[in-house]
């Protein structure tokens, strides 16, 4: 059975950092592409970054510069290391493969407070 299991997330001030864990299951992690995603209220679920299988990393132009995605393939696991927090960065925060599996985790939730 596949899984996906976000973590990490929380309330933090303008400015802060956070370090969201993705841990999967199921599937042949270490060789796919794995994105993270999120989700603000009222808007659609958006790509954040990604990572291959070769550590090749891409950012959407919102979190250039201030995120970091990382893999450790031997615990079968995604980071995003978000710093510079802003209120617009306040979200459900996810990860999938890229493109995405329809099954999704719960994803971790991102306050952020001016």
């Known amino acids: 059975q596949v899984q996906l299991v976000e973590s990490g997330g929380g309330l933090v001030q303008a400015g802060g950092s956070l370090r969201l864990s993705c841990q999967g299951s199921g599937i042949p992690f270490s060789i796919n592409t794995i994105a993270w995603y999120r989700q603000a209220p009222g808007k659609q679920r958006e790509w954040v970054a990604r990572i291959t299988q070769l550590r090749n990393t891409n950012y959407a132009d919102s979190v250039k510069g201030r995120f970091t995605i990382s893999r450790d393939n031997a615990k079968n696991t995604v980071y995003l290391q978000m710093n510079s927090l802003k209120p617009e960065d306040t979200a459900v925060y996810y990860c999938?493969?890229?493109?995405?599996?329809?099954?999704w985790g719960q994803g971790t939730q991102v306050i952020v407070h001016s």
């Open positions: 999938n493969m890229l493109p995405p599996m329809d099954s």
